[in-house]
Structures are given as structure tokens and as C-alpha cells.
């Protein structure tokens, strides 16, 4: 069926090095792709979102691309901080504010 | 944004037992959502709580298992009915507001079935 995905369950990057997490969907309806970060013991939060009519969107150190030949996702996090472990899911919008969250990549900042 | 309160934060039930969770937001909301987050894994979405009418569940999920309640626009209840130890999850609300596209989560309830 139509799924949500991500590459790679984890992610170790050094400190101060640029993060990328990536995301693969299967729906080449969805039209609108939402970003969150878990933290241990919390709710996801929204980080960014993008809709299928851009390419491109930035945020505070974060940028979402997205490549709707491919249909891939992915998140880049500038200069990653310690407090930016966590683990990030990719969701899709699939209408009426329903999510179908991807599998999630985890996050780890080395010293 | 506004708080979403999730009560309890955490439980230790004993299987064949029910227990109710609560969300309350401090301010009206347009749509709540169920969500569960089995150890380790992702979010699936349980059931869309209509307000003042009957839940509409996602599939695997079913009334009698999670019964949900929406009594107004700020406050829901989900009942993990029956439970098993394979019910052991985090169980999450989710609201959006007006016509926003951005969903908000509670801090979740950690539910373990012994």
C-alpha cells in the first residue's frame, strides 16, 4: 500500500557538521509534507512543512527539499547543535489533517 | 501555540483492565486526532474524535477497542479497552486549529500492560 519511508534509522554527525535526514513516499498525490522532532519523553514537534508546489523551503537552520520526480524528501539542520538529537519523522498530509508519519531517522551529535 | 494537556503522563495497567486517557486543550480547537506510537516505532493514526458524534477510525482500529469521546471543542477522551500487553504504547492527541494545516501533540501517556 502507499507508505511513508525513510533511508536510514540512524544518524550520527559530529557537532557543528551539517545534518541530512531523508525521506522516501509512495503517494505521487500528497501535496503537502510536514517535518517533526521527537524528543525522548515529549510529542513530536513541527520543525517545517512544505507543499508540492515548491522545490524548496528554509527555515532557522533547517531547509526541506523536496523532489517530486523521485518523490523524495529530505530535511537538512545546519550546523547541528546537542540539542538537536532527537529523532525526526517525515508525515504526509493525506487530507482532512491526517498524518502518515514515516518510520523515523534518530538523530546522535557527536562531541 | 496553545497547551495540550494529556492525562496520565504515564500507567502501569494490569491486562483485561480499561483505561481512559484525557486531552484537554486550553482553547478551542478545529480537529483532534489518536494517535499511538508502539516502543521504537512511528505514529499511526487511531481515529479522527468528531465533536458531539461518533469517532471515525483508521483501519485496524475499531469502536469497541478505543472508544473515543468528544463532548465540545477542547476535550477529548481515548479508552484502551480490554487491554494486552501488546496494547503497551505511547498513545498521542493531536489538535489543529481553525483552518491551520499544522497539527499540535500532546506530550503523550506511556502506557505498559502487564
Known amino acids: 500500500g502507499e507508505s511513508v519511508g525513510l533511508h536510514l534509522p540512524t544518524l550520527s554527525v559530529q557537532e557543528g557538521d551539517n545534518s541530512i535526514i531523508n525521506c522516501a513516499y509512495s503517494?505521487?498525490?500528497?501535496?503537502?509534507f510536514i517535518w517533526y522532532k521527537q524528543e525522548s519523553g515529549k510529542g513530536p514537534q513541527f520543525i517545517i512543512d512544505?507543499?508540492?508546489?515548491?522545490d524548496k523551503r528554509q527555515g532557522q537552520r533547517v531547509t526541506v527539499l523536496l523532489n517530486k520526480t523521485v518523490k523524495h524528501l529530505s530535511l537538512q539542520i545546519a550546523a547541528t547543535q546537542p540539542g538537536d538529537s532527537a529523532v525526526y519523522f517525515c508525515a504526509e498530509n493525506r487530507g482532512a489533517q491526517k498524518l502518515v508519519f514515516g518510520q523515523g531517522t534518530r538523530l546522535t551529535i557527536n562531541p | 501555540s496553545a497547551v495540550i494537556s494529556q492525562k496520565p503522563s504515564r500507567d502501569i495497567c494490569q491486562r483485561g483492565t480499561s483505561l481512559t486517557i484525557q486531552c484537554q486543550v486550553d482553547?478551542?480547537?478545529?480537529?483532534m486526532f489518536w494517535y499511538r506510537q508502539q516502543p521504537g516505532q512511528s505514529l499511526t493514526l487511531i481515529a479522527t474524535?468528531?465533536?458531539?458524534?461518533?469517532?471515525?477510525?483508521e483501519s485496524g482500529f475499531v469502536i469497541d477497542k478505543f472508544p473515543i469521546s468528544r463532548p465540545n471543542l477542547t476535550f477529548s477522551t481515548l479508552t484502551v479497552s480490554n487491554m494486552s500487553p501488546e496494547d503497551s504504547s505511547i498513545y498521542l492527541c493531536?489538535?489543529?486549529?481553525?483552518?491551520?494545516?499544522?497539527?499540535?501533540f500532546g506530550q503523550g501517556t506511556r502506557l505498559t500492560v502487564v
Open positions: 512544505i507543499r508540492s508546489n515548491m
Open positions: 474524535a468528531n465533536q458531539g458524534s461518533e469517532a471515525t477510525y
Open positions: 493531536s489538535v489543529v486549529w481553525g483552518s491551520s494545516t499544522e497539527a499540535f
Open positions: 482553547s478551542q480547537v478545529t480537529m
Open positions: 503517494n505521487s498525490a500528497s501535496d503537502y
